[in-house]
């Protein structure tokens, strides 16, 4: 089993910038893909970023070029790095990390609130 405790939410201004953390209860394997997903109030959840055990990453169109998804599986951990940050990408931010054979764990979400 493991368990996923995303951090590093709260409260900035339009064009800061935030950096989430996901940290893993359990060791994170090479074959394990990582991901952020976001959902905001009335809509439904949505793919961020994903990273790979090959450090390949994919985003969002909506997000290119201002998020960077990193991992560090030496800590269990993935990061969500976000910079420019827009009044359109308040959200709770989910962290899921899907193994090989499909089975997948998800956090419990930390909250992005970006003011105009």
């Known amino acids: 089993q493991v368990q996923l405790v995303e951090s590093g939410g709260g409260l900035v201004q339009a064009g800061g910038s935030l950096r989430l953390s996901c940290a893993a209860s359990?060791?994170?394997?090479?074959?394990?893909?990582m991901g952020w997903y976001r959902q905001a109030p009335g809509k439904e959840r949505e793919l961020v970023a994903t990273i790979t055990n090959g450090d390949s990453a994919n985003y969002a169109d909506s997000v290119k070029g201002r998020f960077t998804i990193s991992r560090d599986d030496a800590k269990s951990t993935v990061y969500l790095q976000m910079r420019d940050l827009k009044p359109e990408d308040t959200a709770v931010y989910y962290c899921?990390?899907?193994?090989?054979?499909?089975?997948?764990?998800w956090g419990k979400g930390t909250l992005v609130t970006v003011s105009s």
């Open positions: 899921k990390l899907r193994r090989l054979w499909g089975q997948e764990y």
């Open positions: 359990g060791s994170i394997l090479n074959s394990d893909s």
